[in-house]
Each structure stands twice: as C-alpha cells, then as structure tokens.
C-alpha cells in the first residue's frame, strides 16, 4: 500500500512539471505564419584602380622555337611596362600555358591539319591611376604584346557604398512586406529572419582578345565610368490578424 501510494505521488509530480510555464529564457516557437519577401539596392562609386590583363601568344612547330620567342617578346613587353614607372609588386604573371592546337588554315584549304606548339603568357598590371590605363596598354602592344585580355576597374574602399545599397535593399523588402500586409489584411508582428548578400556588378572592359598589330594613335580611350555595388536582402516576416 504505502508503495503503491509512493508511485501515484511521484506521478503527480511529472504531470506537475509538464504542466509547469517555460522558465525564463526557454525558447518556445510556436506555428508562426509568416512573410517573406526580397529587397534590393544599389550604390555607385568612382573607381581609382585599373587592372590590365595583357601578354603574348607565340606559335611555332617546334615547342622550343614558341617558348623562346614568347619568352623574348614578353621581356620586350615587362620592359615598357616598367618604363611607365610601375612597381615591381603590382605585375603579377597570371597565365603561362604551353599547349598544342592545330593551326587554323582557310576553309578551302584541302592540307592535313598540323600540330604545332602555342605559349601564351599574361601578366596582370595593376595600376592606382586609372586615367594611364591606355598609355600601359600602348606601350605594352608596341613593345610585341598581341593578346589584350580587357580591363577592370576597382574602388579601394567600397564600404560606405556597400552600406548605401544594403540600407536601401533593407527599406525596398520593408515597403513590400508593408504593402502587402495592407494588402492581406495581416499585421506585420516582428522579424523572423534576414539574409543578404552583395558585392560589386563586374563591369570588365573589353579591349580586343587578340591584337595583331600595335596601334599608331597615341593612346588608347579608356574610360573608367562609375562601379555599381549591389546588395540583396530576403526576410521573413512574422505575420498575424
């Protein structure tokens, strides 16, 4: 009897517990409806760096015969490219290939195809005047650079800008929850969760992938325009009547 008396206590007291309020600080979600909609925005800013990709492509029969006229144009090419007083650390080798292709030949050309070896080495220049961007590149196709890969423009400190666009994708996803909440006839309750993502929209400037000849005028136009910094936001929305 007493046994059977301790039990039924010791049930009533898991029962009281389970029935007990969370203590403070215990996370309780119940079913929420929720809303969620997307927001963007974007800044702009003025970029004030330049990245040229250039080199050469050499092509010959012999593997040897194409790496030694790539290497000797591409020390033709460094050389102006150092005369226009670029440091050392802001030339960086890129690419350097060896490989073999056919060589092309005109469509009503009725030869067997051959073989032969191409070495392209490229270089990545970057500079902190933008405005110099076509004299680099002059100098660099006059001195035996054939291959220009293009051009990119950068912003040294895109933070300001970066908040910009994410304080206007934030206010673009509010006014949507709030209009479609009017919409619905839903009270918006709180934020559930928010998620983002933003970076700058590539803009490369292209120059020609392949010059078969340096150009007579005496520089190149280049212009660096504006850099466009995107942000986008998703949130969800805590809704109720």
């Known amino acids: 009897m007493k046994k059977r008396a301790t039990l039924l206590l010791a049930a009533v007291a898991l029962f009281a517990v389970a029935m007990a309020p969370p203590a403070s600080g215990a996370v309780e979600r119940p079913d929420q409806d929720l809303l969620i909609v997307s927001g963007r925005g974007e800044a702009r800013v003025t970029p004030n760096i330049a990245v040229v990709r250039l ?17 000797r144009r591409m020390n033709q090419v460094l050389q102006a490219i150092r005369a226009q007083n670029i440091p050392e650390r802001n030339i960086q080798t890129v690419i350097y290939n060896v490989s ?15 073989l ?10 970057r500079l902190t005047d933008v405005n110099r961007a076509g004299a680099v590149i002059d100098a660099a196709t006059g001195a035996g650079a054939n291959v220009v890969q293009g051009i990119s423009f950068q912003a040294e400190n895109e933070t300001a800008a970066r908040e910009e666009a994410l304080r206007q994708a934030a206010r673009d996803a509010q006014t949507k929850a709030q209009t479609l909440a009017s919409a619905l006839g839903v009270r918006i309750l709180g934020v559930d969760q928010i998620t983002e993502s933003s970076g700058p929209v590539p803009l490369p400037q ?5 010059v078969a000849e340096a150009r007579n005028d005496a520089s190149a136009p280049v212009m660096p325009g504006e850099n466009v910094i995107q942000a986008n936001v998703v949130v969800r929305y805590r809704i109720g009547r």
């Open 55 to 71: 080199g050469v492509e050499s092509r010959s029969a012999r593997a040897a015969e194409a790496i030694q006229d790539a290497d």
């Open 116 to 125: 032969e070896y191409v070495v392209t080495n490229i270089v990545s220049v």
């Open 206 to 210: 292209p120059y020609g992938a392949v």
């Open 100 to 114: 073999r292709q056919y060589r092309p030949r005109p469509q009503d050309d009725q030869r067997p195809p051959e």
